[in-house]
Structure formats: C-alpha cells, structure tokens
C-alpha cells in the first residue's frame, strides 16, 4: 500500500469512528474571539478592521495582519441598527453577510486590469466617514491581544496585499508587497526601519526595477526570490538574495489560455526546497503551472472550472500544496505532481467560515490562520485533539530561525 492511500485509508477510518455532525471547518476547532477587534482600542470604539488582506504568523505568539484600512464598526444586531439608522436601513436575507468588506474598504479599483490613481478612485464613500486609511499592519499574540501597529508606515502603503518573513533569513526582515503602489517593501524585524525598496512607486513597467500590480513572494533556501506580477503582469521576476534582478519569465495570454508560459492574472506563487521548481498560480486560466528555477515549463494541471478562483499557494514541510480557492470557499490540498488529495471549508462571515480568503498562513505548533477580505476579518484555528495530520495543513518550512 502506497503512502497516499494508507492515508487516505487512516482517514476514512478516523471518520468512521465519529458519531453525528460534518466536517465542516477540516480537522480544526474555530478560535472564536480572535484577534481583539480594532474597535477594542482606547479612542478607536467606532472603528472596525477592513478587508483582510494577508496574514502571516512568525510565531504563534506573533501573527502579522494587513488590512486595507478601517471601517466603520457598525453594530450588526437588527434591534441595534434600527435605533441608529432608522426602517431604511437594508438588512441581508437569511445568512447572507451585511457588508462586503472588500468593495467597502479603501482603496477603489482592486480588480485584475485597474489601473491604480488616487485610493478613492473607483470608491464611492467618504473619507472619514465611510473608511479610514489607518492600521494597515497589525500584530497579534497568541491570545488575540493587539501587541503591535506598524502606523508609522500606513503613509508609504496604498493596497497592501501580502506579508511574511523569508523563513532562511536569520535577521528575519519582514516583506511586504503592496500591489497599487507596484512595490515590495523590506523592513526590519521590529519596523522601525524601512531596509529596501524593490521596484519603482506608482510607475508600471517589466524589468528589474518595475512591476505591473505584483502579488505574492516566495524563496528558495540560498534566498533567491521569487516575485508573481501579479494582477496587471503576467510574469515571475527572480531575484537574488540582495535583491538583485536575475531574470524573468512569462507572456500574457488570450483568455482561456492553454499555452505553457503564458499568463493571465499571476496571483499566488510557491517553491519547493527540494526540487527548486517554482509552482505558479496562473488565476486568470484557472490552472497551475510548475517551471524550474529558470522559468523552463515542466507541468501544469487545472484547478476545476467555475467558480473556483485560485488566490495563493502554499508548499510546507511536508511538500505538499495547499491552495486557497475563494470561488468554492474551500482549502484544497495536492501532492507536487498535481493529484488531487482533500479538501475542507465552507462559505460563510460566521465563525469558521469562508467568504473571501485572500491570505493564510500556519504557525509551528499548527495552528491555522485565514485573511478574508470579503468578511474584513482574520480567523485563528486550531487543531483537533487527534486530528488527522495528513488533513491539518502542514507547518511551514524553518531553516535559518524557530
């Protein structure tokens, strides 16, 4: 019996032995209550976060957070709302969620193919009142609490859109890539000091020294990285480890595009230590594609069809990939040749659901955590006693620091 069926058959065993209810959030209990809500800080009641954008947990006692700003923190109860807003106010039908986050919150525009301006363009709200650009990067703790806001930076930041710490970097800077501004932002590990800029603020371009829109980083042992660009571009840019521009590839393509190299919409890309292949979310086709270091195309393998929408990809220790799809609202997991193993999740802005998972990110004792842009929140989950580990997603790769 090979690998993957003895565990596949552990798991069928360990199902058989649960009595009633579904599996609706995996092999994971909902940490229900965490983060602190923004609106829990002293002069900041009437405010809620924005759309979650990224989440990476350094440890389980330090989880970085990016939201695009704040919005209002409108109580949700009917009784509540009615005495504030009066009978107009529209309420949702049944379990649908009240407010999308991610058309709400600053700034406008975020789809593939917009072509960023002023953060308002492309919103209809008012500054103030309606949104606020404030606590874009947040810290949390292993209890929830809010231990750390990066504030002095929410000036350099127009759509902060991914966040994590290069796992072989002893000095671990913390990385953020900001799509609307086109650049990625080195910082040192406490945030007092802005390290290095990759890329050229607000002017668009394909070179060493420009990005259309990037999206998400990831890095192989000696620390060459690897950039998706992104929403706009249609190409992977490498780099070594001091940032160095080394080379790049890919084309944009027609829509649906089955040619190997050829992209639309690169947004999500992941490595894997031992092989050096680089796996790349090519969104726009619905379809992963797998080159070597060098951008020479090996394989590909579909994601489904409608609705799935592919956001990121993520290679742990186990050398597995997981994907986030925010079409199906489901975490989905396959071995590095593209075979489909598990999935688990459910749509939903209550606790342990899904509604637009942008980012997620796993910490060293396995703990889960999801940025939802959609619901404008981050979840924490946590293992089950007894969880079945091949259905946990796997705990990330540490080389150069615990």
Same mark, same amino acid.
Not at 251 to 257: A, H, I, L, V
Not at 341 to 369: A, K, R, T
């Given at each position: 019996?090979?690998?993957?069926?003895?565990?596949? /058959?552990?798991?069928?065993?360990?199902?058989?032995?649960?009595?009633?209810?579904?599996?609706?959030?995996?092999?994971?209990?909902?940490?229900? &209550?965490?983060?602190?809500?923004?609106?829990?800080?002293?002069?900041?009641?009437?405010?809620?976060?924005?759309?979650?954008? /990224?989440?990476?947990?350094?440890?389980?006692?330090?989880?970085?957070?990016?939201?695009?700003?704040?919005?209002?923190?409108?109580?949700?109860?009917?009784?509540?709302?009615?005495?504030?807003?009066?009978?107009?106010?529209?309420?949702?039908?049944?379990?649908?969620?009240?407010?999308?986050? $991610?058309?709400?919150?600053?700034?406008?525009?975020? /789809?593939?193919?917009?072509?960023?301006?002023?953060?308002?363009?492309?919103?209809?709200?008012?500054?103030?009142?309606? /949104?606020?650009?404030?606590?874009?990067?947040?810290?949390?703790?292993?209890?929830?609490? %809010?231990?750390?806001?990066?504030?002095?930076?929410?000036? %350099?930041?127009?759509?902060?859109?991914?966040?994590? %710490?290069?796992?072989?970097?002893?000095?671990?800077?913390?990385?953020?890539?900001?799509?609307?501004?086109?650049?990625?932002?080195?910082?040192?590990?406490?945030?007092?000091?802005?390290?290095?800029?990759?890329?050229?603020?607000?002017?668009?371009?394909?070179?060493?020294?420009?990005?259309?829109?990037? $999206?998400?980083?990831?890095?192989?042992?000696?620390?060459?990285?690897?950039?998706?660009?992104?929403?706009?571009?249609?190409?992977?840019?490498?780099?070594?480890?001091?940032?160095?521009?080394?080379?790049?590839?890919?084309?944009?393509?027609?829509?649906?595009?089955?040619?190997?190299?050829?992209?639309?919409n690169v947004h999500g890309i992941a490595v894997d230590p031992q092989t050096r292949r680089v796996f790349v979310n090519d969104r726009g086709n619905k379809r992963i594609q797998v080159f070597d270091e060098n951008g020479k195309y090996l394989n590909e393998w579909s994601m489904g069809e409608d609705?799935?929408?592919?956001?990121?990809?993520?290679?742990?220790?186990?050398? $597995?990939?997981?994907?986030?799809?925010?079409?199906?609202?489901?975490?989905?997991?396959?071995?590095?040749?593209?075979?489909?193993? !598990?999935?688990? &999740?459910?749509?939903?802005?209550?606790?342990?659901?899904?509604? &637009?998972?942008?980012?997620?990110?796993?910490?060293?004792?396995?703990?889960? !955590?999801?940025?939802?842009?959609?619901? &404008?929140r981050v979840q924490k989950f946590r293992p089950r006693p007894g969880a079945n580990p091949a259905n946990l997603v796997s705990k990330p790769v540490y080389s150069a620091w615990k």
């Amino acid at each position: 019996m090979n690998k993957t069926v003895l565990l596949l /058959a552990t798991a069928v065993v360990v199902l058989a032995q649960t009595k009633g209810g579904q599996d609706m959030f995996g092999q994971y209990d909902i940490v229900k &209550g965490w983060p602190k809500d923004i609106s829990t800080l002293p002069g900041n009641e009437k405010w809620t976060y924005g759309a979650g954008q /990224a989440v990476y947990a350094e440890s389980p006692n330090r989880i970085f957070m990016l939201f695009r700003g704040e919005l209002p923190n409108i109580p949700r109860p009917r009784s509540k709302m009615l005495a504030e807003f009066g009978p107009s106010i529209q309420f949702p039908i049944g379990r649908l969620p009240w407010r999308d986050a $991610t058309t709400a919150s600053l700034p406008g525009g975020g /789809a593939s193919g917009a072509i960023p301006g002023a953060p308002t363009d492309g919103w209809s709200g008012t500054l103030g009142v309606d /949104a606020k650009w404030e606590n874009c990067i947040v810290i949390a703790d292993a209890n929830g609490n %809010i231990v750390e806001r990066w504030t002095q930076w929410d000036k %350099i930041l127009q759509r902060p859109h991914f966040v994590a %710490i290069n796992p072989y970097d002893p000095d671990k800077h913390v990385w953020i890539v900001d799509d609307h501004m086109g650049v990625i932002y080195k910082f040192s590990h406490d945030g007092k000091e802005l390290v290095q800029t990759i890329g050229t603020p607000k002017v668009t371009g394909a070179d060493g020294t420009h990005f259309n829109r990037p $999206t998400f980083l990831a890095w192989l042992p000696d620390s060459t990285l690897f950039v998706a660009d992104g929403y706009n571009g249609t190409r992977v840019a490498k780099f070594d480890k001091n940032g160095k521009f080394l080379l790049d590839w890919g084309k944009k393509g027609t829509s649906p595009e089955k040619r190997p190299g050829y992209m639309n919409n690169v947004h999500g890309i992941a490595v894997d230590p031992q092989t050096r292949r680089v796996f790349v979310n090519d969104r726009g086709n619905k379809r992963i594609q797998v080159f070597d270091e060098n951008g020479k195309y090996l394989n590909e393998w579909s994601m489904g069809e409608d609705p799935s929408d592919i956001h990121l990809l993520y290679i742990g220790a186990d050398r $597995t990939l997981w994907a986030a799809d925010r079409g199906t609202s489901k975490m989905l997991k396959y071995d590095l040749e593209g075979h489909f193993l !598990y999935s688990w &999740g459910i749509w939903g802005d209550f606790p342990g659901g899904f509604w &637009g998972v942008h980012g997620f990110s796993v910490d060293q004792e396995g703990n889960f !955590y999801t940025a939802e842009v959609d619901s &404008g929140r981050v979840q924490k989950f946590r293992p089950r006693p007894g969880a079945n580990p091949a259905n946990l997603v796997s705990k990330p790769v540490y080389s150069a620091w615990k």
